[in-house]
């Protein structure tokens, strides 16, 4: 029943082994007892503090997201609460799991130690070697709740090996469910130092593919939220993934570790109430890309503050004045000059429009008639003509069109469409799309910098909240008058309603105050929010301007960037780190490397590793933790044959455990291209006509790597043409072994 031969301790009798399992469990279970019972005390607090009274709203709020937390925390750790031991050389032991229990009667002595606790280290990093005062690591095999094997390394005595990793294999060969599970209980040594790097700023993290970037990044997050967790859980992390399906992917990771304070968005919704996918021909994303943008989206706001080609006359009760190029000039220099975005110098353009306008009209009117000694006279008709244009509605039309108000997308699509507005701009012709407002991920950087460019205008707003607060001052006034009167002389009816009036106001000012809204869904709505660390996954392939967006979100620059530059698929993405983090924190960041593979087998890793020789001649394929034994195979179809051959696959597949994945060119039916498979992984992946793949654009090779990289165990290959020299060390013209599946695309 139990796989003893796990084993690693040699002097285990079986009896022993029996015995030691038997109080494995008995401990393991003790621990699920009092989570049991903490968490019924959780629940009973969380309740109690829900139903509470006497406390300000600002209080309750926090009590009640304080006990929402804690019972939240007790609950994730149904499966592999505890997931090792540790012995010291000094014959201390320590149990290790997802989350911390403590003695409450002996001085908080852990029962079991949190797998982020500084003292849960060791448990990561020991090694033979360097076995950091551990003398035994012990790895618990569970099933729900019960212990059924245990495996052990003991460290720090010549004859010991290297870390035993059977929990490791056996995690990386288990077949692939639906998204990514955490790694918590087989962190590996170099993946530790990266999740507790005490470094505060920019961390970049490359690796090939397989090698845990994802991973520990999303650890990384946990461990933040863990040692950090008042500053982290205010302002909460972002983390930017490449698209909706990698993101569901990844979505359950964090949740598993109990942290809920995590915002998740593909670069397409960084900008709120946008969902974009879609994305442009490279030569286009390249232009949007490049900080260059920033000068013609810069020109295409200048080009939306005109000046009238032919004098406007604006009809005054007394006299004409003509609105001409002059006094347009004149009032855009000033509105300009205030250095406000374009949408709050509005007003600053209309009022010395007005003022030039005015001093003509009075001009025109008190000639003849006033003097220059009639100060006053002369002010009064200032201030009658200033009123009067103020509510001229031809004027204010002619204002609006002059100095409109605009939004992000009423500058953007409108620019898109129209050549002319492109060439005055200094925009490339090649930006030019009849859909305007057709958006691109591309676009989402340029709509949030026209945010920032434009600005808001705020005098409606202002207007709007005046004549609010002054309608609710004026009904508290009214209920306060109500209570001034004697009590004595109020009926007991009246006093009642009276004051119940006034608990009313208080009330509704209490619910307009408190935001019931998680803190993932405030962020996401507002566009000024600013995370307290921020992850980005794939970051090879963000832009210059993707860039200048997230920095934005994230003003303390605490970031976690992981990424493989020899990945990159997209025209505007990065060569290298330097140019895209030195404008915002010079050469202020620390890189890290991973070098280990876990998901694909050395077979398969092989292949796809001679084809970097052709994009990325520098670098060194990652290092499979493990072979599976099975050769990736090629085949070759004829034109009519693909259909079926694929046809094939999938019904192969069908009947296995775990995922599998068609990826090829467009147009191959039931195939999803290899940048919808980014960052993704399948226990089975047939590429189809890889050929096609590289011939396919610029960073074609790119995307075939990827795609061979996306396997866990087998890997196909059907071909039409004959296979490009570096697929030579596919085993040619094999049927696929006996295949089944899943299929998530
Ligand atoms: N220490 C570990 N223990 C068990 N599984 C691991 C470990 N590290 C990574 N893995 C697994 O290896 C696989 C690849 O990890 P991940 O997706 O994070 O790699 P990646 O470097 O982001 O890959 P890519 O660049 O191809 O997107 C995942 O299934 C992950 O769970």
Known sequence: MFHKSNRCEGNLSNQGYDEELRDERAYVAALYERLDRERAVAQARYHGALGQTGLTPGERETDVSCRSREAARLDVADNGLCFGRLDAVSGETSYIGRIG??????????????????????????????????????????????????????????????????????????????????????????????????????????????????????????????????????????????????????????????????????????????????????????????????????????????????????????????????????????????????????????????????????????????????????????????????????????????????????????????????????????????????????????LDELAGLLGRDVSAERAADRRQAEEEAEYAAGVMDVLKLDREELDEDVLLVAENLLDAVELAERFVERDTRDLAERAAADRDWTYGHVVVDEAQELSEMDWRVLMRRCPSRSFTIVGDLAQRRNAAGATAWGPMLAPYVADRWVYRQLSVNYRTPAEIMAVAGALLGRFAPDVRPPESVRASGARPWARRVADGELHEAVAEFVRDEAGREGTSVVIGPPGVPGAVPPSATKGLEFDAVLVVEPERILAGGARGAAELYVALTRATQRLGVLHRDPLPAELSGLAEAGVPARAGHRRFL
Do not use: C
């Open 101 to 446: 229990l403590f003695d409450a009667e002996n001085d908080y002595e852990p029962f079991l130690l949190d797998w982020r606790a500084p003292a849960a280290r060791p448990f990561y990093v020991a090694t033979a070697a360097r076995p950091e005062n551990v003398r035994r690591r012990r790895q618990f095999h569970t099933m729900g709740r019960r212990v059924v094997d245990f495996t052990d390394e003991v460290l720090g005595r010549p004859s010991a090996g290297d870390r035993g990793d059977a929990a490791l294999l056996a995690a990386v060969n288990a077949p692939r469910g639906e998204g990514m599970r955490d790694i918590v209980a087989t962190i590996q040594a170099e993946q530790d130092e990266i999740i507790r790097l005490g470094h505060a700023g920019v961390l970049v993290v490359e690796g090939g593919p397989g090698t845990g970037k994802t991973a520990v990044a999303l650890h990384r997050v946990a461990y933040l939220l863990y040692t950090q967790r008042e500053r982290m859980s205010r302002s909460g992390v972002l983390v930017v993934g490449p698209s909706p399906v990698f993101l569901d992917h990844i979505g359950r990771v964090l949740p598993s570790l109990g942290e809920s304070d995590v915002v998740f968005m593909t670069p397409g919704d960084l900008v709120p109430g946008l969902r974009v996918t879609a994305e442009d021909a490279p030569e286009v994303a390249r232009v949007k890309g490049s900080l260059k943008i920033l000068d013609v989206l810069k020109a295409a706001v200048a080009d939306r503050q005109q000046v009238p080609g032919e004098p406007v006359p604006v009809e005054l009760a007394d006299v004409t004045v003509a609105l001409d190029a002059d006094v347009a000039s004149e009032a855009r220099r000033a509105a300009r000059e205030s250095g406000l975005p374009h949408n709050e110098a509005r007003p600053v353009f209309r009022e010395h429009v007005m003022a030039i306008l005015a001093g003509r009209a009075v001009t025109k009117i008190g000639a003849g008639w006033l003097t220059p000694e009639d100060r006053g006279a002369w002010a009064d008709l200032r201030a009658d003509v200033l009123d009067e244009l103020a509510e001229h509605e031809a004027l204010a039309a002619v204002l609006g069109g002059l100095w409109p108000e605009l939004t992000p997308e009423t500058l953007l699509a409108p620019l898109y469409m129209s050549p002319r507005r492109l060439e005055t701009a200094g925009a490339d012709p090649a930006l030019f799309r009849a859909d305007g407002a057709a958006w691109t991920v591309s676009d989402v950087p340029l």
